[in-house]
């Protein structure tokens, strides 16, 4: 099992930054990838950036060159530095972390924190 916990979530405005982080605890010694999601209202939950254990990551087209995702896999902490933050950033963000099993893979969740932009 593996628990996560998120932090850093709030309201500011418009071009402005924030940063998020995620702590794991637990069975942390076989997650392989972390990643951020979030979820707007009304919206399905989608993927925002994610990070393997040897610190590839991938970005949505919508937050490449304003987000930055990084993991100290020491610590099992991932973060999240938000730039040039936008109205439609608004969402809640969760934080994801998927450790391998036989035949797949098991996906673990946070409960999420809260980002506001206003405009």
């Known amino acids: 099992q593996v628990q996560l916990v998120e932090s850093g979530g709030g309201l500011v405005q418009a071009g402005g930054s924030l940063r998020l982080s995620c702590v794991a605890s637990g069975n942390i010694f076989n997650i392989k990838t972390m990643a951020w999601y979030r979820q707007a209202a009304g919206k399905q939950r989608e993927l925002v950036a994610g990070?393997?254990?040897?610190?590839?990551?991938n970005y949505s087209d919508s937050v490449k060159g304003r987000f930055t995702v990084s993991r100290a896999n020491a610590k099992a902490t991932m973060s999240m530095q938000m730039n040039m933050l936008k109205p439609e950033d608004t969402a809640v963000y969760y934080c994801?972390?998927?450790?391998?099993?036989?035949?797949?893979?098991?996906?673990?969740w946070g409960k999420g924190t809260l980002v506001t932009v206003s405009s």
């Open positions: 990070i393997t254990s040897d610190g590839t990551t």
């Open positions: 994801n972390a998927e450790t391998p099993t036989y035949g797949g893979v098991i996906n673990y």
